[in-house]
């Protein structure tokens, strides 16, 4: 929505980026709807949270080229996601 929009959707979006390591794109609605305001601002955020497309305060499409090469060289120099525990996230077998 416009409320938690301007202050939180790119912050979000960064810290989604930056802490999975990959692309964010991230598309939105913009205009008056029935129950809220939106904001829109589409984004494309890159591994190191760099905003490489955003649209404008209208309808509009945005692009950006994804490099998966980028993806490996981040996860290569910041091996964080190599530390994740996936028996950690397995709910017990009742």
Not at 34 to 43: H, I, L, V
Request: aromatic share 10%.
């Amino acid at each position: 929505t416009l409320f938690t929009g301007k202050d939180h959707w790119e912050c979000i979006l960064k810290t989604r980026a930056i802490e999975n390591q990959c692309y964010v794109v991230a598309p939105a609605q913009i205009g008056k709807k029935p129950a809220f305001q939106a904001y829109g601002r589409s984004m494309i955020i890159n591994p190191w949270g760099v905003t490489v497309a955003c649209a404008e305060d209208r309808e509009t499409i945005i692009y950006a080229e994804i490099d998966p090469d980028y993806v490996n060289q981040i996860r290569e120099q910041l091996p964080s996601l190599k530390n994740r525990q996936p028996g950690a996230y397995v709910w017990p077998a009742k």
